[in-house]
């Protein structure tokens, strides 16, 4: 099941929410084909990388494949030889409809001192064909021999009225029946971000009220460690114990009973959009493995047993 925040995703500019101003530069820049480097700056889900991938489509003419777009999480790539590497790749051409070649490197900041002086070279003067993409939500760690180079797009949190709207747009196309109070609590508390904002929806799909769904995100709902989860649950065969056990070491700190409840409004979610009777008797025996309300005190034990009920449905 795709989650909501990725189904969401824009794929063109005019489907991105709240910047409008930076869209109509941006507009302006593929139509001159002028710039060549770019710093998308901002709050984290705000759409910082999802503008650098439209931005990369629209250069690509409209047709970018992985071969165009070389996407770098600068968290697990933040040494010298890790940019050396991408900036070799660089060089190289796209096959296919177009030769572009944009690298956008997320979490830029995260970068080490001597890994951006390798990047200098490249940036400033990058072959026709490569376009250079930097996000960063602490634009202040990015050296400013970058930052000169750059053409620079500071975006803003976006409004709890058009983020109200977004929920309103997506409920409606999921056929969700998610009360108004609960989507103005689920925008108050996305803090500008529509992505945080679709993973709240996520978790608050049956909350009842706004209390509810401020409960449901105070929680578990928030992390997208929890969705992870949901995800793995739903995956169905090849599910295997390690894997759940690496899933919740990265939850460790959060309630069970938060967790539990996030749960059983994901497969609940997914209930509501299968019209496959087999796929529907498989959710229904997870739904059950959760049922049960967990008692604080046994701490992760009853999720434990839920996991390995679940697990078990794959025999």
């Given amino acids: 099941m795709t989650s909501l925040p990725e189904k969401y995703r824009p794929a063109k500019f005019d489907d991105v929410v ?72 660089a060089l190289y051409r796209a ?30 003067e990058p072959p026709r064909h490569v376009y250079w993409m930097f996000a960063t939500t602490n634009p202040g760690k990015i050296p400013k021999t970058i930052i000169t180079r750059c053409l620079r797009y500071d975006l803003k949190p976006v409004s709890e009225t058009l983020i109200v709207g977004l929920l309103e747009t997506v409920a409606e196309a999921e056929g969700l029946d998610v ?26 799909i049956y909350a009842e009220s706004a209390g509810e769904a401020r409960q449901l995100m105070r929680s578990a709902g928030q992390t997208k460690e929890v969705v992870d989860l949901c995800r793995f649950l739903l995956k169905g ?19 069970a009973e938060s967790i539990r409840i996030v749960v059983c409004n994901y497969i609940a979610a997914a209930l509501m959009g299968t019209k496959d009777q087999k796929n529907a008797r498989k959710l229904l025996g997870l739904l059950e493995c959760f049922n ?5 005190s046994d701490r992760l034990a009853p999720l434990l047993s839920s996991l390995g009920l679940a697990l078990e449905l794959d025999r």
Avoid at 24 to 38: A, H, M, Q
Wanted: with cysteine.
């Fill in 292 to 296: 049960t309300p967990y008692q604080q």
């Fill in 179 to 204: 009360a108004p109070e609960v989507l103005e609590a689920v925008a108050e508390g996305a803090g500008g971000s529509p992505r945080q904002a679709l993973t709240y929806l996520e978790a608050c």
């Fill in 95 to 124: 096959v296919g409809g177009s030769p572009v070649k944009a690298i956008i490197i997320d979490e830029a900041h995260r970068l080490s001192g001597n890994a951006w002086d390798v990047l200098l070279k490249p940036v400033e």
């Fill in 18 to 89: 709240g910047q409008d101003d930076t869209v109509r530069s941006l507009k302006r820049v593929v139509k001159d084909g002028r710039g060549k480097v770019f710093l998308f700056t901002g709050p984290s889900g705000c759409g910082k990388t999802t503008l650098a991938r439209i931005l990369a489509n629209e250069f690509a003419g409209g047709k970018a494949t992985a071969a165009n777009i070389d996407e770098v999480p600068a968290a697990d790539h933040t040494g010298v030889d890790d940019m050396r590497a991408v900036a070799g790749r």
């Fill in 237 to 255: 065969q090849g599910r295997s114990w390690s894997e759940a056990i690496k899933i919740l070491k990265a939850l460790e700190g959060t309630e």
